[in-house]
T-cell receptor, first 115, second 116 residues
Framework: KQEVTQIPAALSVPEGENLVLNCSFT??????LQWFRQDPGKGLTSLLL?????REQTSGRLNASLDKSSGRSTLYIAASQPGDSATYLC??????????????FGAGTQVVVTP | EAQVTQNPRYLITVTGKKLTVTCSQN?????MSWYRQDPGLGLRQIYY???????DKGDVPEGYKVSRKEKRNFPLILESPSPNQTSLYFC???????????????FGNGTRLTVT
């Protein structure tokens, strides 16, 4: 069974520093990997989706890389701001015979950006 | 506005009293799914639906039921709630997309359920 791990569970950085968030998964057979942001009391907001054939995706200050062979994805957030404080989750869509509908989430990394 | 709407946002109930949490999306998405989120366990998938009248179990389906009679609605039913179902529940939807699954998920704002 696919397992998704995010380390560290929590991270605090001063404003302006770059953020590096890690996501690892045990089975490289995936359709895609998605990064989400969750604010307290709110649902999840999709940040970036990387298809299995892609190496990275970029949106503004965000860049996500995917290395399927090593089972790793990294989310980079450049020049962090206090508004980036949130919990960041990754999720993979594993490949099995009927599993397009299944999605495995990591437990998330809680980020605090201090002014 | 494109959105996934869950109701209610907060619900307190007692053990054994049947309840339904509604989920509706206005984006004509084929795929819908329910998750529960618990501290230290992350999000776990309960049920999902690939289209109308097509549903399947996720990782933690015990104690839950779903139905998909219309494309826009995907209610979650707890026939006999128990305290271990106290959790934060999320509904999500997306286009079915290609087999590579390149359609991002859209989430509702969540339903916080407490079963006493």
């Amino acid at each position: 069974k696919q397992e998704v791990t995010q380390i560290p569970a929590a991270l605090s950085v001063p404003e302006g520093e770059n953020l590096v968030l890690n996501c690892s998964f045990t089975d490289s057979a995936i359709y895609n990997l998605q990064w989400f942001r969750q604010d307290p009391g709110k649902g999840l907001t999709s940040l970036l989706l990387i298809q299995s054939s892609q190496r990275e995706q970029t949106s503004g200050r965000l860049n996500a890389s995917l290395d399927k062979s090593s089972g790793r994805s990294t989310l980079y957030i450049a020049a962090s701001q206090p508004g980036d404080s949130a919990t960041y989750l990754c999720a993979v869509r594993p490949v099995t015979t009927d599993s397009w509908g299944k999605l495995q989430f990591g437990a998330g990394t809680q980020v605090v950006v201090t002014p | 506005e494109a959105q996934v709407t869950q109701n209610p946002r907060y619900l307190i109930t007692v053990t054994g009293k049947k309840l339904t949490v509604t989920c509706s999306q206005n984006m004509n998405h084929e795929y819908m799914s329910w998750y529960r989120q618990d501290p230290g366990l992350g999000l776990r998938q309960i049920y999902y639906s690939m289209n109308v009248e097509v549903t399947d179990k996720g990782d933690v389906p015990e104690g839950y039921k779903v139905s998909r009679k219309e494309k826009r609605n995907f209610p979650l039913i707890l026939e006999s709630p128990s305290p271990n179902q106290t959790s934060l529940y999320f509904c999500a939807s997306s286009l079915r997309g290609s087999h590579s699954g390149n359609s991002p998920l859209h989430f509702g704002n969540g339903t916080r359920l407490t079963v006493t």
